[in-house]
């Protein structure tokens, strides 16, 4: 193999077979006094639920579009809840204080549904856009253009201007890191070029003021065989310092050795969010572990958030890449160093890859205002 080939497969990360691909777009806008006053008409605060004929215009119009964009899998959101969407083999949605949880399989479950509650006036609209098929990641420059129409003419339809849509797209990559262990023979090649640059090549141009946000989490499940590595003391008011501090230890060691300087290892049982931030961000919010980081400064570092009192089921380790692990290629061989990383790390941990798993999602996600 010649020396350009060897740097070519460098950057390349080989995915298991099973590799599941995920899409979905966010179309986001306030609802403000002047939108409002558009659809006055159909308020009454005689009715038990005032807003309730105001959102179900709001939701007949969009579905309308819908139908005629050929979007078969979209929901109306006025709940002020963040959307979270997730891959299944049986489709539901699952709501708590602050989330509402998609699961569905792309290639079988289509829906189109809306989430309000008539009492309460929501603070923003968001309209979500679930990729469907089998060629998800073939066909995500396709599907966010057409999702990008069809937002402009619900817009014009609002009269609502559409600079303040923000239009978010979110793409992942999901597999278990020991697929091949447990008998999955085929792989797949990626590059893992980022979003503006997979979409120019298919003629679909990314607004230039734009934020783009790349990043893994890995999800290692707390098993009794771990706990077994560690002392803890039922009777301790932290008990289960001993071990987030061994898991951290490990995580960092593992994660230095190859190059990873911008990490986070979260044990406190909230659901970590990554976002762009102009300025870092560690925050809690709710039930949220809110994470801002700017890709485009110097890396901050590993940290760590665990609750010494509580055990939780799993432990969320991420990987926020920067400049600097965008080649030319793409990210590929940042995935690399990553499922380098994990697999020194399964070691150390005596992870047994027949038995257990450990689940890396890879995220892509692109920003903007129209």
């Known amino acids: 193999m010649s020396i350009i080939r060897k740097r070519s497969a460098a950057h390349k990360a080989y995915l298991p077979g099973n590799v599941r691909d995920n899409q979905y777009i966010l179309a986001e806008f306030s609802l403000t006094d002047e939108l409002f006053k558009q659809f006055s008409g159909k308020y009454s605060d005689l009715k038990p639920q005032p807003f309730y004929d105001f959102y179900q215009q709001l939701s007949d119009m969009f579905f309308k579009l819908t139908d005629e964009f050929e979007l078969e899998n979209c929901q109306f959101i006025a709940n002020d809840k963040l959307a ?21 399989n792309p290639e079988s479950h289509h829906l189109k549904k809306s989430f309000f509650d008539g009492s309460k006036r929501a603070k923003k609209i968001c309209l979500l856009f679930l990729a469907t098929g089998n060629e998800i990641r073939v066909n995500a420059a396709n599907f966010h253009s057409k999702v990008s129409q069809l937002v402009e003419k619900f817009c014009q339809t609002i009269m609502l201007d559409k600079s303040d849509i923000r239009l978010r797209d979110h793409q992942h990559l999901t597999y278990d890191l020991f697929a091949k262990n447990k008998g999955c023979a085929t792989s797949q090649t990626h590059k893992l070029r980022e979003i503006k640059k997979r979409y120019a090549s298919q003629n679909v141009i990314v607004p230039t003021y734009h934020s783009a946000m790349n990043y893994a989490v890995v999800t290692l499940n707390v098993s009794n065989e771990l706990l077994k590595q560690v002392e803890i003391d039922s009777h301790s008011q932290d008990p289960y310092n001993p071990l987030y501090t061994y898991l951290t230890d490990v995580f960092t060691m593992a994660a230095k050795r190859y190059n990873l300087n911008n990490g986070a290892l979260i044990a406190n049982g909230l659901v970590p969010i990554v976002r762009y931030s102009i300025h870092e961000i560690v925050s809690r919010v709710g039930e949220l572990q809110m994470l801002g980081y700017n890709p485009e400064q110097s890396p901050c570092g590993i940290i760590s958030k665990w609750s010494a009192g509580e055990l939780t089921d799993s432990v969320q380790l991420i990987f926020v890449a920067t400049p600097e692990n965008n080649s030319e290629h793409g990210f590929g061989r940042f995935l690399n160093q990553i499922e380098q990383a994990m697999q020194l790390m399964a070691v150390e941990l005596e992870i047994e890859p027949t038995k257990e798993e450990m689940v890396v999602r890879f995220h892509q996600h692109l920003a903007y205002n129209y």
């Open 84 to 104: 979270r969407v997730r891959y299944s083999q049986e489709m539901h949605q699952w709501q708590t204080n602050q989330q509402i949880l998609f699961y569905y």
